[in-house]
C-alpha cells in the first residue's frame, strides 16, 4: 500500500484549497445558521429559510454539516436519497429547481449509522463538501451548522470566506448564555453577523387565540439590543411546524394564513434586504457617476463598495479620554471614503476582553480612542481590530474624517492603567 509523502499531502491541500476557492467564488452569498444550544430548533429554521429563498426564485444550495446529528434530511423528506457523482464530484440532491441539498445522511449506508469521528476528519469531511461537490452558481448557500462553537463551526468560519451568521436562540436566560457565546465566537473569527432570530417566542392558542409565553419572550430581542446587532424577529410556537417537520414538508412550503408564517416570511425579507441594500447603494453612486460625467468615478464604483465601521468611545456626544469609562460608542460607518451613517450604541458591561468582542461582532475595523492600556490593545490587534489612540477630544465624525483623510493629529496615549 502506498503511502503519501508529505509533498503529496501538501499538494493535495493546495488543489483542495483551490477548488474551494472555485466553488466559493460561484457563491454570492453564504449564511451560516448557529446557535449556542440544541434543541432551539436551528436546523428547523435553515431549512425553511433555504425553501423561502428558492421559492423567491433565488438558486440555493444547502449544506448540512451537522455530522453527528443531520437532521435536514428529515426535515426535507428525502432520507434515504443517495447522493450521486458527476464526473468526478458528487452532485447534490436536486430538492426542487431552485434548491440543491447536501447532508452526511445521504452519504451513509444506514440511515441510523453513528458518525464517530474527531476533530480532523470532521473538517475534512466539511472541506470535502466544498471541494468535491459540484453546487455551480448559487445566489445563496444557507449551512446548517451544529450547536456550539466546536469543530464543525470553526472549520466553516475558517473555510467559508465571506460567511454571514444568522443566530437563532429561544427566550430562556439558559439559552441567551449560549448566545453571548455565538457572538463572541464570531467576533473572534471576524464573521460578521446577519442577526439574531428568538424561536419559540410565545404560543398562541388555537382554541382562544391568545398568546402564552411557556419559555418567556423578548430574550433574544434584548441580547440583539444589548450587543448592538440586528433582531431579526420573533417565531411563536406552533403546532404546524413540528408536524410539517415530522411529515418531511418545509413549513413554508404551506400554512400562509398562520401567525408564525407571516412572523418567518418577515424574518426571510430582513435576511434578503443587506443584499438589495447593497444592490441599491451601488446603483446610486453608479447614477450619480453617470451625472457627473467622469470616467474615473464611473469606473470605481464598478467595485463593490468599500464599506468600514468607526468607533469612537464618547462621554456627552464627544470623544472619552479614558476607553474603558466611556458611557457609549458612537459607530461610524464610511463608505468609499465618505461617513453615511452614525449610531450610538450602548457597550456590555465592562470586563476584560468583552468591549473588543463586542465590537468585533458589530464589524467594526478600528477604534480611534484618547487612551488605551497595552493589554486591551493587543486584544484589539487579535480580532483584527486597529487601535488609534492619543485622538484629541472632538465629535466622532471628526475625528472619523481627520483619519481617512491623514489629517487626525494625535498625542500621548492617554492611559491610566
Known sequence: ??????????????????????????????????????????????????????????TVGLMDVDLHGPSVPTLLGIQGKRLVSGFDRILPFNYTDNLKVLSIANL????????????????????????DVEWGDLDYLVIDSP???????????????????????????????????????????????????????????PHCNNEVTIFKKGGGEKAAQTFGIPFLGSIPIDPSIVLSSDEGKPFLAGNEKLVSFGSFQSIVEKIAAREIERKNTGSLLRK????????????????????????????????CAHFGHCEQFAVVTVENNKIVSKEFMTPPPHEP????????????????????????????????????????????????????????????NVCDH
Open 147 to 205: 450547536p456550539g462553537t466546536g469543530d464543525e463551526p470553526l472549520t466553516v468560519a475558517q473555510t467559508v470566506t465571506g460567511g454571514e451568521a444568522v443566530i437563532v436562540t429561544t427566550p430562556q436566560e439558559l439559552s441567551l448564555a449560549d448566545v453571548r457565546r455565538c457572538i463572541r465566537f464570531c467576533g473572534k473569527v471576524s464573521m460578521p453577523i446577519v442577526g439574531i432570530i428568538e424561536n419559540m417566542s410565545g404560543f398562541i392558542c
Open 108 to 131: 451513509m449506508d444506514e440511515k441510523d449509522e453513528a458518525v464517530i469521528w474527531r476533530g480532523p476528519m470532521k473538517a475534512g469531511a466539511i472541506k470535502q463538501f466544498l471541494s
Open 288 to 319: 450619480n457617476a453617470e451625472e457627473e460625467g467622469s470616467e474615473d468615478n464611473l469606473n470605481s464604483v464598478t467595485k463593490e463598495v468599500n464599506s468600514m465601521k468607526y468607533a469612537v468611545p464618547v462621554a456627552n456626544g464627544v470623544l
Open 1 to 58: 500500500m502506498h503511502a503519501c509523502t508529505e509533498m503529496e499531502k501538501e499538494q493535495y491541500r493546495i488543489e483542495q484549497d483551490r477548488q474551494i476557492e472555485g466553488s466559493l467564488s460561484q457563491i454570492k452569498r453564504k449564511l451560516v445558521v448557529m446557535s449556542g444550544k440544541g434543541g432551539v430548533g436551528k436546523s428547523t429554521v435553515a431549512v425553511n429559510l433555504a425553501v423561502a429563498l428558492a421559492g423567491k426564485g433565488k
Open 353 to 412: 476582553g468583552v468591549l473588543p468582542e463586542w465590537l468585533a461582532s458589530i464589524g467594526v475595523s478600528t477604534v480611534i480612542a484618547g487612551g488605551m492600556g497595552s493589554r486591551a490593545q493587543e486584544l484589539f490587534r487579535a480580532r483584527n481590530i486597529e487601535v488609534v489612540t492619543g485622538a484629541p477630544e472632538g465629535a466622532p465624525e471628526e475625528l472619523v474624517t481627520g483619519y481617512i483623510s491623514g489629517a487626525l493629529k494625535t498625542g500621548q
